[in-house]
């Protein structure tokens, strides 16, 4: 609603000047008519401005009709003046309107959403993420690039902001400071870097995902500020020799990075019931229950992959499951 009340204040600010004019125009018009009315008509005060009125919205009950010919004359003059002052301010906002949906598309809006993210460059990867993320989270997503012509997604979850991702004025018109996660994927590790560094100097402690090109820039994205960078060519090379001898993992990686089919990995609270149970006894559970396999448990800024049997989990901690897109949306409708 705060974005719809925000935008439709923008397309106000446009059509200002017009609106004023055509105020100013249709209160001169209509005050025309009820003196021009009263005196040469002879009609009350009341019934000038009933029949100026009904005269500038073309609406003639022809209950008052005018007797002289100067009354005539001044009908016809309020008739064209007040369609005119209406055809200004209906025409004005359709075209605002227009320029706005245009101006949106071509990213030259600036964006209103709050707890977004905010997605640096535009490459598969980035296009992937945000398949991911319109198919996985409810969050809206600002995209930034300076090579794009225009938003590449219809979604209305999905804002267009065009320009340079290392132009800290471009991040403060995607929202960076309202925002609580950004992704990285420029395609140039030494533009990675600056641009983390940029979002990190505009916002502390935004959550940062960032794409290295070579692993050798790891630990310089982690100082830059990054929280977590993802080496796509270590990984997919890993990949690529595990299809040659283990063809099962890669069919296996194949079925989880797919977004919206088959199995998916995803992070959940854990629930009630499995607060205080070992992890043995939680696999069975949550798959029983559920239908989930758990496969880590997340304590704090921890990730403990194939915990010991014996690992109880406590309060606060999340389970990172394989599950179907079904089972999940099932299990957090039980909780809610």
């Known amino acids: 609603m705060l974005i719809f009340i925000r935008q439709v204040l923008r397309i106000i600010g446009k059509v200002r000047k017009a609106l004023s004019g055509a105020a100013l125009a249709l209160v001169s018009t209509f005050t025309l008519g009820v003196v021009g009315f009263h005196y040469l008509e002879r009609l009350t005060w009341f019934d000038s401005i009933y029949f100026t009125f009904v005269t500038m919205a073309t609406i003639g009950y022809g209950d008052i009709t005018p007797h002289t010919f100067w009354g005539k004359v001044l009908v016809m003059i309020i008739s064209v003046l007040g369609i005119s002052s209406f055809a200004v301010v209906v025409t004005s906002l359709l075209q605002s309107l227009v320029t706005e949906k245009l101006e949106v598309m071509l990213g030259l809006v600036a964006s209103y959403f709050t707890d977004h993210v905010v997605v640096c460059g535009w490459c598969d990867a980035s296009k992937a993420a945000i398949g991911e993320l319109l198919a996985s989270t409810r969050k809206n997503i600002v995209l930034v690039d300076d090579k794009l012509d225009k938003n590449p997604f219809e979604d209305p979850r999905v804002h267009f902001v065009k320009g340079d991702y290392k132009d800290p004025s471009v991040l403060k018109k995607a929202g960076v400071k309202r925002a609580t996660d950004a992704i990285v994927t420029?395609?140039?590790?030494?533009?990675?870097?600056?641009?983390?560094?940029?979002?990190?100097?505009?916002?502390?402690?935004?959550?940062i995902a960032a794409e290295a090109i070579s692993g050798s820039v790891r630990d310089i994205l982690k100082e830059a500020g990054a929280d977590h960078v993802i080496t796509s060519s270590e990984f997919g090379g890993r990949l690529l020799a595990a299809s040659v001898?283990?063809?099962?993992?890669?069919?296996?990686?194949?079925?989880?990075?797919?977004?919206?089919?088959?199995?998916?990995v995803y992070e959940i609270r854990a629930p009630e019931e499995v607060i205080g149970l070992s992890f043995k006894e939680i696999l069975v559970k949550v798959k029983e229950g559920y239908n989930m396999i758990v496969v880590a448990v997340r304590r704090g800024d921890r990730v403990i992959i194939n915990p010991d049997p014996s690992l109880r989990v406590e309060s606060g901690d999340h389970l990172i499951v394989i599950s179907t897109p079904e089972d999940i949306r099932r299990a957090r409708s039980l909780r809610s």
């Open 186 to 207: 420029t395609g140039s590790d030494s533009d990675t870097i600056l641009t983390v560094l940029r979002i990190k100097s505009l916002k502390k402690d935004i959550h």
């Open 245 to 264: 001898s283990q063809p099962g993992t890669t069919t296996l990686f194949d079925d989880l990075t797919s977004t919206g089919a088959g199995n998916d």
